[in-house]
């Protein structure tokens, strides 16, 4: 196994489990980060013990010889570091969700780093974490027959769809595979709660499987949540305790509504999503293979983002895959007015 030196751009909340990852992943060592505001960086580099430490990310990338880049700026600050990184000569990018704003900045990043030969990693973390890859393998094994359709649900507050949906929209493709057409509807009901999307979305999937997404809307609580019907029995994953999901299998040589109401605890694997996520940064670079996460299913994950706010646009009509608008329909309609505007979480202001 090579040693591999990694850096971190943007040291707020996310790079903290971003620095947990690189420190308990054996064969890298977090080396340098950066941030503009010099206390953050400070004391991040005095809690994770990172002595080379600046305020300027492109003076960090050519002073420091990084082969990992941790991108953990804000939402609409991924592209500019991605480029630059790719530049610089990183080999392995692990870019935090969204990965952009719009599919033009998206195709930007893939080109930048697919021509410097450098492996784009996106942070969407139910690829990495234990659990999901455990109901994939028995899914993909049969235990619940012909997978018909996944719903996954993100309910309360969520932010705006580019905050969290990426997640949930990534997971159905994980399980779904290349979407043919999604159509949805959208509100933002300032008066109901003015910091609040509410999505209900069809995405229909190329083999069969339909994905369906209840996300945001106005309740008081938060609660996230998947459910796997096949033609023989259903999974269902409730997070807790953070990532780590409570999950239920009922099977159809399971009679009676009874079983069919309390289903069979799937047990469930203790990790750590992030440190799954940066074992899988350095098996890629050990085995120059594309991530199971690379930068073409996370611009897939924003299309989705995309098409759902292109859908509400034209008034909840089907919109057909593949689906490449440069510029982002969500832009549009607050340009134009159709959308009120909401506070942003970790894009701009108000977006």
């Not at 500019?80 to 033009?104: D, H, Q, S, W, Y």
């Not at 096949?230 to 305790?241: F, N, P």
């Not at 120059?288 to 098409?307: C, E, K, P, V």
Request: charged share 25%.
């Amino acid at each position: 196994m090579a040693e591999y030196r990694a850096g971190i751009i943007g040291c707020g909340h996310i790079a903290q489990v971003h620095a947990g990852g690189y420190r308990a992943t054996p064969g890298v060592t977090l080396a340098a980060a950066a941030d503009i505001v010099s206390a953050a960086v400070h004391t991040f580099g005095e809690k994770w013990d990172v002595g080379r430490r600046y305020t300027d990310y492109t003076e960090m990338l050519a002073r420091e010889d990084l082969d990992i880049l941790s991108i953990c700026t804000r939402n609409h600050q991924h592209v500019e570091p991605t480029l630059a990184g790719a530049r610089a000569g990183v080999k392995a990018i692990f870019c935090e969700k969204p990965m952009a704003l719009n599919l033009g900045e998206a195709d930007r990043m893939i080109e930048a780093c697919e021509r410097a030969g450098v492996k784009l990693i996106v942070d969407h973390t139910m690829r990495f974490e234990a659990n999901y890859r455990q109901i994939k393998d028995l899914i993909d094994q049969g235990a619940i027959g012909e997978l018909l359709s996944v719903e996954a649900q993100a309910i309360g507050d969520m932010g705006e769809l580019t905050n969290n949906a990426t997640h949930s929209f990534d997971t159905l493709c994980m399980f779904g595979g290349e979407p043919e057409w999604i159509f949805a509807h959208l509100e933002r009901d300032v008066e109901r709660h003015g910091e609040r999307e509410d999505l209900f979305a069809v995405v229909g999937f190329a083999g069969g499987v339909r994905g369906k997404l209840v996300y945001g809307g106005y309740t008081k609580y938060r609660y996230e949540g998947f459910i796997w019907e096949g033609a023989q029995g259903r999974i269902e994953a409730k997070a807790h305790g953070g990532w780590q999901p409570q999950m239920r299998l009922w099977t159809q040589e399971q009679s009676g509504s009874t079983v069919f109401r309390d289903g069979m605890p799937i047990p469930t694997q203790d990790n750590d999503p992030w440190v799954g996520a940066i074992t899988e940064v350095v098996a890629c670079l050990d085995e120059d293979r594309r991530s199971i996460s690379d930068g073409h299913s996370g611009r897939l994950a924003l299309a989705l983002t995309m098409a759902a706010y292109e859908s509400r646009r034209q008034g909840g009509v089907r919109i057909r895959f593949p689906y490449d608008a440069r510029t982002s329909p969500l832009d549009l309609m607050l340009e134009s007015g159709e959308l009120p505007t909401i506070w942003g979480r970790g894009i701009q202001e108000w977006t």
